[in-house]
């Protein structure tokens, strides 16, 4: 069974908006990156069984790195 991701919008004042829910660690990747291409706002999720923000972060849509994870830069 394939965990599913919550994907959350980190808002300028510090609070998130819930923006999704996709099945797989493969598809949160995509939607974060599909998300940041249209805001300025960072994009992070949410593994939904264990609740643990998982170890990947996509970085505002302006920044030379996309996606940060585990320490490595991706695309």
Do not use: T
Request: net charge negative; proline share 7%; charged share 30%.
């Amino acid at each position: 069974m394939r965990p599913e991701y919550d994907i959350f919008e980190k808002l300028p004042d510090g609070s998130s908006n819930w923006r999704a829910c996709v099945p797989g660690q493969y598809e949160a990747e995509r939607k974060l990156q599909d998300l940041a291409e249209h805001s300025v706002n960072e994009f992070f999720a949410v593994e939904i069984n264990s609740r643990q923000l998982e170890p990947f972060i996509v970085l505002r849509s302006n920044s030379p790195e996309r996606i940060a994870i585990q320490g490595k830069r991706v695309a």
